[in-house]
């Protein structure tokens, strides 16, 4: 890098090679515990989620809380707001302050929120400490997000990605298995068993706080801000660790940046990025958020409660049933993600949201007709999420990767805000309602309508999806401060 310019102030032009630099680098132990320590967001997330899911049947035979099946969905709904507004919040402070001072803050408000939340007396207490966990969470995904996207080289991006959020399906399973263990009531009293449960996430974050202390700072974000030094600083430590783990540096001269630093990106420019600049980018990723927020938090908040009314399968053993969906939720983007890098991800985003979409139509109908047990309609559930869970991911790596580097975190944070405001938290409200009809045909409409946003979104994303495979992220999103 140009001496002149490392110590630049804000404003000034500076030029650099950071960004060549760091796609340049061969996977190694760096990358992978990267990945380890901020994609173990999504495991936590997956346990909140199920355990929330597993432990509907609890909250309602709970003695002191003695939830309905609208209360259980309005609890869900809360976390699912809570998310929402967590992820503009913390969206808007993570392009602004850096992305790891935000991961640092994000944990310690989930970790406070799910312990508190096992010190609920009430239906309102509990929906406002699920609220603040969503609130946690949601800023999680938006910190998380972009500074994986930063770290991780071009190549590998969108299998990685993909993999990563993937693994909210390990937090599913770790949930399911401590539902089983904590709702046995021959074990645990049943009104100790929950409590317990939500006490889990709280020590698993506590866990992960630490793990994370020696993670950098994303260079690209520092090289915006008008931190070159310290950017250069953090990419040469990464160099020195990468090439110590016996690989060899590519040699050639790497292509050069130049931009202008500036402290932050005013709101009314991150506006007219998204609004006009990129409004395609925008709708598609609007399009992709929205249906697969409400494909997933419709059927999967009310999980349990179908297997629970519809199959009357006791809520001490729905765990089980939890098992090979969230295993079918794993495998899908641990098995295609590869593609996404290899055929491109124009194709594999249609591909998968239009085969989800397709599937649970199909099992929706014969869900309807009756013709389905328990363990059909869970295998059924796990061939269509195997799609699903690719799809889903994928919304997330296209909203991240599409925008420029200066509202990255703002931008995941608008698009999973809206998504989930219009399709997910409307979601769990509605599927509870439909459910306490016991109308399997309305069962079928709600199902045919989230068949109906898959679909639609993915014929959008065939149309319009940006071809951002292997390609470096400033080339797919130029940066707002680069100047020619």
Do not use: C
Request: no cysteine.
């Amino acid at each position: 890098m140009d001496q002149r310019t490392a110590t630049a102030p804000a404003q000034a032009v500076v030029e650099t090679d950071i960004p060549a630099r760091l796609d340049r680098l061969p996977w190694s132990r760096f990358h992978t515990l990267v990945v380890a320590a901020l994609g173990i967001t999504w495991i936590l997330d997956g346990l909140e989620v199920t355990l929330a899911g597993s432990l509907a049947g609890a909250l309602k035979a709970s003695p002191v809380l003695q939830f309905s099946n609208a209360d259980v969905g309005l609890a869900a709904s809360a976390y699912l707001a809570g998310a929402v507004l967590g992820a503009l919040l913390f969206g808007w402070l993570t392009d602004r302050l850096g992305r790891k001072k935000l991961f640092f803050i994000t944990l310690t408000v989930y970790l406070i929120a799910t312990a508190a939340t096992a010190l609920s007396w009430n239906l309102w207490s509990f929906a406002l400490f699920r609220f603040l966990t969503g609130a946690g969470i949601g800023g999680e995904y938006a910190a998380i997000n972009s500074t994986i996207q930063e770290l991780i080289p071009a190549r590998v991006r969108g299998f990685t990605d993909l993999v990563i959020n993937g693994s909210f399906w390990v937090g599913a399973a770790l949930g399911a298995f401590a539902a089983i263990a904590l709702l046995d009531t021959s074990v645990i009293d049943p009104e100790h068993g929950w409590r317990l449960a939500f006490l889990i996430g709280a020590l698993l974050a506590l866990v992960i706080f630490f793990m994370r202390r020696w993670l950098p700072e994303s260079p690209r974000w520092l090289m915006t801000h008008g931190h070159v030094a310290e950017a250069e600083r953090v990419v040469r430590e990464i160099e020195l660790r990468v090439y110590a783990d016996k690989h060899a540096a590519t040699a050639g001269e790497l292509p050069r940046a130049r931009l202008l630093s500036r402290a932050h990106t005013p709101l009314s420019e991150v506006f007219s990025t998204i609004v006009h600049r990129h409004r395609r980018r925008a709708l598609v990723g609007l399009a992709l958020m929205a249906a697969q927020a409400f494909f997933y938090n419709a059927i999967f908040f009310t999980y349990a409660l179908v297997l629970t009314d519809f199959y009357g399968i006791p809520a001490s053993q729905v765990g089980w049933y939890i098992l090979p969906f969230a295993a079918g939720n794993f495998l899908g983007p641990l098995l295609l993600g590869r593609l996404f890098d290899v055929i491109g991800r124009r194709t594999m985003i249609a591909l998968t949201y239009i085969a989800s979409g397709v599937l649970l139509a199909g099992s929706g109908y014969l869900f309807m007709q009756g013709t389905l047990s328990a363990t059909q309609q869970t295998f059924a559930w796990s061939v269509i999420f195997f799609f699903a869970s690719a799809a889903a991911s994928s919304a997330y790596l296209t909203v991240s990767e599409t925008f420029p580097l200066e509202i990255r975190a703002l931008t995941i944070a608008i698009f999973y805000a809206i998504g989930t405001g219009v399709g997910g938290i409307a979601g769990p409200w509605l599927f509870g309602v439909l459910i306490d009809t016991g109308s399997r045909l309305s069962m079928f409409g709600g199902y045919l309508f989230g068949a109906v946003l898959m679909i639609a979104a993915g014929i959008i994303a065939a149309l319009f999806a940006v071809r951002a495979e292997r390609q470096p992220l400033e080339t797919v999103a130029r940066p707002l401060a680069y100047v020619d």
